[in-house]
């Protein structure tokens, strides 16, 4: 098992009420798999239109996530 | 002075200063874009917003965009753009774009998605208060 450190943004974070969550995952894991557990953990996140940054990126559902990846939810932007 | 092209901060921010940062010698032309806190939206009217950033991957994109914008018009030299969090007031200024290019033509063109590819990408969120009550804003 791995754990998951996953920040939380804005809508993301009021939610779930923290602006940090603990996911544990079994490796190999994609990004599916953090969205699914990250969901059981707080269910009223599936409703957002979410997507997952990893270092700082936007991944893709298949990417691999490892044990070292900064990890965020980005639920919808709208800056300016 | 700084030579900061992409920041997040939580301070006030000028044109003035966001202009100032682009410093190739070859230009002729400079436009700017400035998004500034409205007031009424629909039939509601705004108390303040609010913005929140996650600054390490905005910064990122930012840096994107700049690079995009360089790819498709090759006329434009450089590009600065600033956007501020925190609370903001009604008629505070959110966000300045900057570019540079030797001649005026492509700027407008660069400069429209420059602002329409960060509201896309740029984890940068907005929540409108108001009297009664508040809403994070996506055009997404």
Redesign the interface.
């Known amino acids: 098992m791995m754990e998951i450190d996953v ?1 939380l ?3 993301a974070r009021e939610i779930a009420g923290t602006n940090a969550t603990r996911i544990m995952l079994t490796e190999p894991a994609t990004v599916k798999d953090l969205e699914t557990a990250l969901f059981e953990r707080h269910p009223g996140l599936e409703a957002l ?1 979410l997507r997952i ?1 990893i270092n ?3 991944a893709p559902a298949g990417a691999q996530v490892h044990p070292d990846d900064e990890v ?1 939810v ?7 | 002075m700084s030579r900061r092209l992409f920041e997040i901060t939580p301070d006030p921010i000028s044109v003035d200063d966001v202009t100032s940062r682009l410093v190739d010698p070859r230009v002729g032309a400079v436009a700017t874009f400035v998004g500034v806190v409205r007031g009424v939206t629909g039939e509601r009217e705004t108390l303040y917003l609010e913005y929140e950033a996650y600054p390490e991957m905005a910064v990122r994109t930012l840096e994107q965009i700049a690079q995009e914008i360089r790819e498709k018009w090759t006329d434009i030299r450089e590009v600065a753009i600033v956007h501020r969090i925190g609370r903001l007031d009604v008629g505070e200024t959110a966000v300045v774009i900057a570019l540079s290019a030797s001649h005026r033509k492509e700027t407008f063109d660069a400069l429209r998605y420059a602002i329409d590819r960060l509201k896309e990408i740029t984890p940068i969120w907005k929540k409108e208060v108001w009297s009664d009550g508040d809403e994070w804003k996506s055009e997404q």
């Open positions: 920040r943004f804005a809508s239109r940054a700082a990126r936007y965020a980005i639920p919808p932007v709208g800056g300016g």
